[in-house]
């Protein structure tokens, strides 16, 4: 979940929601506004608006599992089962990740994401656990290795 808040004198849009709305609707809605408001109180300056990802609690971009998959260049069902663990234990600030909501981030990766992914879940993360890219610390819950995590971090921090 996204927050953002924008006054520009008179003008003041807030809002709270899915990140994806923000980065597709709520600029050029703003936008539209300003120029409304240009056209109703011409004596104002133009004020320029620009985006970008608010921070998360650990102060790193707040990011969708599809940019944490651009930003990790994932080819791999079990490339983009780790974006979804790194989204959820990084970006959210989640200590651990339950299987479902693993399969629910790849979905929202539209990009990545194929429907065989589903049935083929449980071999990616088997995968990444052999591979020491993720811990099991639950009977299906999950969580990024300390190793992974430190560069994944470093990643999504360098990658916007």
């Not at 923000?22 to 608006?49: K, M, T, Y």
């Not at 656990?129 to 430190?150: M, P, Q």
Request: hydrophobic content about 40%.
């Amino acid at each position: 979940m996204s927050r953002i808040k924008i006054v520009l004198g008179a003008l003041e849009v807030e809002y709270e929601g899915e990140q994806s709305f923000i980065e597709d609707s709520l600029v050029g809605l703003a936008e539209r506004l300003l120029a409304l408001q240009s056209r109703l109180v011409p004596s104002q300056p133009q004020l320029q608006l620009t985006s970008a990802p608010l921070p998360s609690a650990n102060g790193l971009p707040d990011v969708t599992t599809n940019t944490v998959a651009q930003i990790i260049s994932v080819k791999t069902g079990s490339d983009l089962a780790l974006a979804a663990v790194a989204r959820v234990n990084i970006v959210k600030g989640q200590p651990t990740v339950p299987r479902s909501e693993i399969l629910d981030e790849m979905k929202q990766a539209t990009t990545y994401y194929k429907d065989t992914y589903a049935g083929n879940l449980s071999s990616y993360l088997d995968t990444l656990v052999k591979n020491k890219k993720i811990n099991l610390v639950a009977r299906a819950t999950y969580a990024l290795a300390a190793s992974e995590r430190g560069r994944l971090e470093s990643a999504i921090g360098n990658g916007l």
